[in-house]
């Protein structure tokens, strides 16, 4: 198929590039993101590839629909920036890549509750200032505390797997318990005890109607004092303000985030020598006790190389059979 692929960064072309290489679509890349304003670029293309923040509501699939688009291919597990009702009603395909490699998303989940516990950032720098003091390092064992992990799928599996290696007694929230984190000992609580019980409480359900601020005030009330929130899921499951509120209160003694609900159109670009214009997200980067990743948690060789694959045998099959078993239905 001829395929429009937005968002592109160079390593999104090596990848697909590669992938392709055994596939034979015709790929053409563009750098701008999918937009109102964007669509009309994919006229004439069969496949449009997307990426979290590419715009995907109803006008949009109906210019897309306009110009001869009959699928969209994300290259990505979520998909809550899509509307299913809009693209089923206008015979556009969507397709998904449900997993790629949890682990890479787990991974970096865990390393932001390491590196945020053990004072990483402001450790390094000042060992390369020649300053070698311990005073406003100190960390706790995570050994013996507390995890919380709000959705055990994919990749909450695989960091209640991490965790429980580390000596931590994990409690779990999911409408769909996971077997195997059972057989690892989690035990699954209702919200509220998850909230209460958690040392270190971690984000891994997707953004829906019902999760979106599932931590909101009252959610942060019901939390321990100095606890560690993570969140690599969805920005928007997180009320920013609420969270800002509890930061400046000491409610929260540790937040590590790797996306924002307003991510779009700030996170994946080098914004470095421009004016930071959202004032919720600057207040953020002024707390001590907050590590910021720029939506980097799936950046693993393993994991885009397994991006690009699963994208392209996506459109392969719906070429082929007109349907897939990734395809996202309303
Ligand atoms: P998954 O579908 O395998 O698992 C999600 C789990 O959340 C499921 O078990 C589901 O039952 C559970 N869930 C649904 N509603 C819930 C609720 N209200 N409370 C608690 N649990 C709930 O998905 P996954 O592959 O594990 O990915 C999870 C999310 O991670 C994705 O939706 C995506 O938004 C995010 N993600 C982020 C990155 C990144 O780079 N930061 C990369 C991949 C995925």
Known sequence: MRVAVFSTKPYDRRFLESANATRGHELVFFEPRL???????????????????DVLDAPVL????????????LRCAGFNNVDLDASQALGVKVT????YSPHAVAEH?????LALNRKLTRAA??????????DGLLGFDLHGRTAGIAGTGAIGSVVARILTGFGCEVLAHDPAPNEECRQLGVRYVQLHEL??????????CPLTPSTHHLINRDALTLMKDGVMLINTSRGAILDTVAVIAALKSGKLGYLGLDVYEEEAGL???????????????ARLLT?????????????????????????????TAIERSGSCANELHA
Do not use: K, W, Y
């Not at 909230?195 to 891994?204: C, K, Q």
């Open 267 to 281: 996170f994946f670009e080098d914004l470095s020598d421009q004016v930071l214009q959202d004032d919720v997200f």
């Open 109 to 113: 989940t865990v390393a932001l509750m």
């Open 96 to 99: 998904r890549v449900p997993a």
């Open 35 to 53: 937009t109102t304003e964007t669509a009309t670029l994919a006229s004439g293309f069969e496949a449009v590839c997307a990426f979290v923040n």
């Open 62 to 73: 109906e210019a897309l629909g306009r110009g001869g688009t009959r699928l969209v291919a």
């Open 287 to 315: 707390f001590p006790n907050v590590l910021i990743t720029g939506h980097q948690a799936f950046f693993t060789h393993e994991a885009l190389s397994a991006i690009a694959t699963t994208t392209l045998d996506n459109v």
């Open 195 to 204: 909230f209460a019980r958690s040392d270190v409480l971690t984000l891994h």
């Open 125 to 134: 720098a000042r060992v390369r200032d020649g300053n070698f003091a311990l």
